[in-house]
C-alpha cells in the first residue's frame, strides 16, 4: 500500500543550524498521526518540506507517491493546511476568505459556491460567514482556517497546533470535525500540538522530535507502556526530551552528559 506520508531521510539546515536531522517516517492513509516535541524541535519546518513551503535539502518526501521534489503542483492540490501563524485576511469576510481559498486551489467554478457553503457549514460559521474576520474571535478564526484548509478536499489534512489559544469549548468543536471529517471522507490528518491530552485522545500514532531527529514513534498506548505503569503521554514526552528542559541547549560533551543524565533521571521517576 502506498503511504499516505513517506519521509526518507530528510535533513533541513537554516544556515548551520541543523532543524531537521534524517527524519524517516511514513504516515498510512486513514491515519490521525500526531507530531509531538519541545518548542525548536522541527516540527513546523518538516510540515514546511512536506507541503513543498520550503524546498528540500536532503532526503525525499512522497504524498500518496507522489513526489514533493519533482510533483510539487501534484501535492498541493492533495494537501490541505491549517499553518501555525494566521492565515486569514481580516478585511475580508469569513466567506470571501474560504472563496480566496477555493479559488487558490483550482476548485472548479461551478462547484465553487456549493463547496464553500458545505466548508463554512461543517465548522459552523454560516451564520457569522458575512462578518469581517477581523471581528471573528480566536475560536472563530481557528474554525474558519480549518474550512479555508478543507475547501479543496484534501486527502492529507495538515494542521499545525491549530488549537493554541483556544479554550477548552473551542478546542474540543474544533478536534470533533476534525474526527468527524477523518470518519466521514477517510482523510489522512497530521497535526502538531502541545497538548498531550489531546494528542494522546486523537492521535493512532505520535511522532516524538527532539532537536530535529526523531525520537520515539508508536501509539499513544505503545509509547505509555513502554514508558512504565501509569506513564501519561506527558511523562513520554519528558523521558524523550527532559534534557531540553532548563538547559541551554547546548550540542557538546557536557550538554550530551547533562542530557543522558536528566533522561535517566526521569527513566527511574517512570519505572
Ligand atoms: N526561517 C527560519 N530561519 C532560521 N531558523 C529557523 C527558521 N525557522 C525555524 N528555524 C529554526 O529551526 C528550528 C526548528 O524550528 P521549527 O519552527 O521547525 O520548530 P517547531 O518544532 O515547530 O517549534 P514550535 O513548537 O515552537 O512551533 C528552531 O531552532 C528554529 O529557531
Ligand atoms: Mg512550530
New binding site residues.
Given amino acids: 500500500m502506498t503511504s499516505a506520508i513517506d519521509i526518507r531521510g530528510l535533513g533541513y539546515s537554516?544556515?548551520t543550524?541543523r532543524?531537521?536531522d534524517d527524519l524517516t517516517l511514513a504516515v498510512e492513509p486513514g491515519e490521525c498521526f500526531g507530531l509531538l516535541?519541545?518548542?525548536?524541535?522541527?516540527?513546523?519546518?518538516?510540515?514546511?518540506l512536506l507541503n513543498t513551503l520550503l524546498p528540500l535539502q536532503t532526503g525525499e518526501v512522497e504524498i500518496f507517491g507522489r513526489s514533493v521534489r519533482t510533483q510539487a503542483m501534484v501535492v498541493r492540490r492533495l494537501l490541505g493546511y491549517v499553518p501555525?501563524q494566521l492565515s486569514i485576511e481580516g478585511a475580508l469576510s469569513g466567506r470571501e476568505n474560504v472563496e480566496w481559498f477555493a479559488r487558490l486551489f483550482d476548485v472548479p467554478r461551478r462547484e465553487r459556491r456549493a463547496r464553500v457553503d458545505e466548508v463554512l457549514e461543517m465548522v459552523d460559521l454560516r451564520g457569522d460567514e458575512s462578518r469581517l474576520a477581523s471581528t471573528y474571535s480566536g475560536g472563530m478564526v481557528r474554525r474558519l482556517e480549518l474550512a479555508q484548509a478543507l475547501v479543496n478536499r484534501p486527502a492529507l489534512l495538515v494542521l499545525?497546533?491549530p488549537t493554541v489559544g483556544l479554550d477548552p469549548v473551542a478546542r474540543d468543536s474544533v478536534w470533533m470535525r476534525v474526527a468527524q471529517m477523518q470518519r466521514d471522507h477517510g482523510m489522512t490528518v497530521l497535526l502538531?500540538t502541545?497538548y498531550m491530552e489531546e494528542a494522546d485522545a486523537l492521535c493512532d500514532r505520535v511522532a516524538l522530535?527532539h532537536r530535529?531527529a526523531l525520537r520515539a514513534l508508536g501509539s499513544p498506548d505503545e509509547l505509555k507502556a513502554a514508558a512504565g505503569e501509569g506513564a501519561s503521554l506527558e511523562d513520554v514526552f519528558r523521558h524523550h526530551t527532559g534534557e531540553a528542559l532548563g538547559d541551554d541547549a547546548g550540542d557538546g560533551e557536557k550538554g550530551g552528559l547533562r542530557g543522558v543524565r536528566a533522561t535517566r533521571r526521569t527513566a527511574r521517576r517512570l519505572g
Fill in positions: 537554516f544556515g543550524h532543524a531537521v516535541g519541545p518548542n525548536g524541535a522541527g516540527k513546523t519546518t518538516t510540515i514546511r501555525q499545525d497546533e502538531t502541545h522530535m530535529g
